[in-house]
């Protein structure tokens, strides 16, 4: 089946690191742009890093510039997602979507919290 | 990055028809076209129109989608209780690079 699968999500403190994955299943992973989005509990979609097929050009949301970094290893048909200096407001549940959202994995929770 | 304008709530009856619009600007929706998700209780998000307003082969014909210069429209008849849901437009914005996303309409079946 077409799919992606994440994971690395879970409690971590202010100021800690986290290192998400998404896996990608049944699709030619290397030829499309990947992105993650987050989404804070009850509240709305929010766009956080895209990278290209090839691995650039990479673009990031605002908001986590400069403490996340997204890479991805195509051999692998793999996706990251390099959190560091997390804040409580980086609480959410992290999605990867595969080039013009057309595929969703289920997610991976992180909460930041002391 | 400021996001795409959506109505916070729509409420129809059963078999009526549900309308959610999305408003951008030239940069995001105007030149590039804005997609629709939606998202039910508890799951991921999920495609149901492309920035070509095309639907996945999987999803209903009720549904249609639309354009007109900075605002796209999502259109749902016969609504049925399986409905309800989160709806959120989304735009690849040129200037910002970036994606963005509206804050959602909540969809309620009477």
């Known amino acids: 089946d077409v799919q992606l699968v994440e994971s690395g999500g879970g409690l971590v403190k202010p100021g800690g690191s986290l290192r998400l994955s998404c896996v990608a299943s049944a699709f030619r992973f290397e030829v499309y742009g990947m992105n993650w989005v987050r989404q804070a509990p009850g509240k709305g979609l929010e766009w956080v890093a895209h990278i290209s097929g090839p691995g650039a050009p990479i673009y990031y949301a605002d908001s986590v510039k400069g403490r996340f970094t997204v890479s991805r290893d195509n051999a692998k048909r793999s996706l990251y997602l390099q959190m560091n200096n997390l804040r409580g407001e980086d609480t959410a549940t992290y999605y990867c979507?595969?080039?013009?959202?057309?595929?969703w994995g289920r997610g991976t929770l992180v909460n930041v919290s002391s | 990055q400021a996001g795409l304008t959506q109505p916070p709530s729509v409420s129809k009856g059963l078999r009526q028809t549900a309308t959610f619009t999305c408003t951008g600007n030239s940069n995001n929706v105007g030149n590039q076209g804005a997609l629709w998700l939606r998202q039910r209780q508890g799951h991921p998000p999920k495609l149901l129109s492309d920035?070509?307003?095309s639907r996945p082969s999987n999803i209903s014909e009720r549904l249609s989608a639309s354009r007109s210069g900075n605002t796209a429209t999502l259109t749902i008849s016969e609504l049925q209780a399986e409905d309800e849901a989160d709806y959120y437009c989304?735009?690849?914005?040129?200037?910002?690079?970036?994606?963005?996303f509206g804050g959602g309409t909540k969809l309620t079946v009477l």
């Open positions: 920035r070509e307003n």
């Open positions: 979507a595969k080039g013009v959202l057309d595929l």
């Open positions: 989304s735009a690849w914005d040129s200037n910002l690079s970036a994606w963005l």
